[in-house]
């Protein structure tokens, strides 16, 4: 131990990847060797600057076992198989994958994970492989449901050629827990919507693709159009508040409805119009914000209703030349 401890004395402090602040006040104090850390009393030394640095250096000189955690390679399923025949139809193709899809749903539960993402490879003679790809909103283990959000996504698929081998691929598995029967049915008395909202999230997925669904998120910003983001859809958690820090607004009543771009209203006798006079309810609210990065506007906002008895979201600049312009349109 002796030697070793010599060999590491001359080595600097910064070999050991402590935090940036330790090491300051170590070299603050002229300490910037191990081995000049090794002198200091112990017990001064772990009040001072942590016993998990003064473990460090006893596991580094062999006075105490350095346990290190064993690597666990993440859980993955591969599975591939060659076809007798090239295919074509897409029922002869799923019944090809059954297998596969079987084995996937044994693998899963064995383990007691589910799959978020799920690829399908469809080999074939000239072509590159076609490669069909799905996004869950929740954790799956059932090869029954898989399989069918497969067919889904199949029947949309564009073959360049017939199929001559197949192969599933999962990405990291994670927990799954089976969900479990509710006293009462959802949205009666609270009761949960997650299993149907994952569904039919999965479902709209498989036929529309992915990128024809995705969530809303909101941004802490005043400007009606910055403060929203589309986002991939949120996992079903069963609970409906927002998380920290994204409240969303209470002092005003905002409109489901945000036109993509403020439409000019004309105006006579100094109020807009839209098929004819506009009635302004209550009182305005005004929004002055983005000075700090070029986008700043200056708008009183207003809700009206047109002739035909439609709330609309109105607002006039207030900088001239004062336009009033529609923004929104509430349902």
């Not at 029954?144 to 959000?149: D, K, P, Q």
């Not at 079903?236 to 439409?263: D, K, N, V």
């Not at 807009?272 to 700043?296: F, H, M, Q, V």
Request: hydrophobic residues 40%; charged residues 25%; positive net charge.
């Amino acid at each position: 131990m002796s030697a070793l401890t010599g060999a590491l004395a001359p080595l600097p402090l910064a070999a050991l990847r402590w935090p940036e602040d330790i090491l300051e006040r170590l070299a603050r104090s002229g300490v910037r060797t191990i081995g000049a850390a090794l002198r200091l009393p112990r017990s001064g030394f772990a009040r001072r600057f942590g016993a998990a640095q003064l473990a460090a250096l006893d596991a580094l000189t062999g006075r105490i076992p350095e346990l290190r955690e064993a690597f666990r390679v993440p859980l993955r399923f591969r599975r591939r198989c060659e076809l007798t025949s090239e295919l074509e139809n897409t029922g002869a193709i799923l019944a090809a994958l059954a297998p596969l899809f079987a084995a996937l749903g044994t693998f899963l539960r064995a383990r007691q994970c589910g799959v978020l993402e799920l690829e399908c490879r469809l080999g074939h003679r000239h072509s590159p492989p076609t490669r069909g790809l799905m996004r869950l909103a929740a954790p799956v283990a059932d090869a029954h449901r898989l399989a069918e959000l497969f067919g889904e996504r199949l029947a949309a698929l564009s073959l360049p050629e017939p199929v001559r081998d197949c192969e599933l691929r999962s990405d990291a598995l994670v927990p799954h827990r089976p969900d479990c029967l509710q006293l009462w049915q959802p949205g009666e008395h609270g009761g949960g919507l997650s299993s149907e909202a994952s569904g039919l999230i999965e479902r709209l997925r498989a036929r529309l693709g992915d990128e024809a669904i995705h969530g809303l998120m909101l941004l802490e910003g005043h400007r009606p159009e910055k403060a929203w983001e589309k986002t991939a859809p949120p996992a079903i958690s069963g609970s409906s508040r927002a998380p920290p820090g994204h409240e969303p607004l209470r002092s005003h009543r905002r409109p489901l409805w945000l036109l993509p771009a403020p439409q000019p209203l004309p105006v006579e006798d100094g109020l807009p119009r839209r098929r004819g006079p506009l009635l302004l309810i209550g009182e305005p609210e005004r929004i002055e914000t983005g000075w700090w990065d070029g986008g700043e506007i200056a708008r009183d906002y207003y809700t009206a209703t047109d002739p035909d008895g439609v709330r609309l979201w109105v607002f006039r600049e207030r900088e001239a030349p004062h336009g009033w312009y529609l923004h929104g349109v509430f349902g």
